[in-house]
């Protein structure tokens, strides 16, 4: 396949990695359900001087797990919950139900989502898209503590 005149790229541009800065985030959630993280991640970003750079994201649990998805429709979040509810059912013969019928669905959903985000960070922003959002996403029906590992590898001003 050859690429036509409707593809652009902009000159390329190199920053020495100066900085490695981290940061542990706490979240208390209401129970299951998406977490908006991208005002913590961009502070973050912005008390870390950070310049150029990528800032990786990693939650600690093997029950919540990350994403970034849309931020504008909330009606893309509650149907994001719904496909998840139908892919890894609770009460669906599952061995591993040690605290309770959600706890291997919660695993599951971690796997199909993930444990790990990294996002470029360009002139000291995060590189989001317009209707882009980072998420914790919940998978346990009760509230929980969970805990984000945040960690800016790059130049800082």
Known sequence: MTLGKSVTRSAPSSVQATAVTSSLLTVQTPGRGFTDLTSEAAKFIAEAHARDGALTLFI???????????????SVLAD??????RLAPENAGWMHDTEGPDDMPAHIKT????????VPVL?????????QAIYLIEHRSRPHRREVVLQFVGATS
């Open 111 to 118: 796997m199909l989502t993930g444990a790990s985000l990294q």
């Open 60 to 74: 600690r649990h093997t029950s919540a797990s990350l994403t970034i998805q849309e931020n504008a429709d909330p």
């Open 123 to 131: 002139n000291g922003k995060l590189a989001l898209g317009t209707w």
């Open 80 to 85: 994001l919950a719904t496909a998840l509810s």
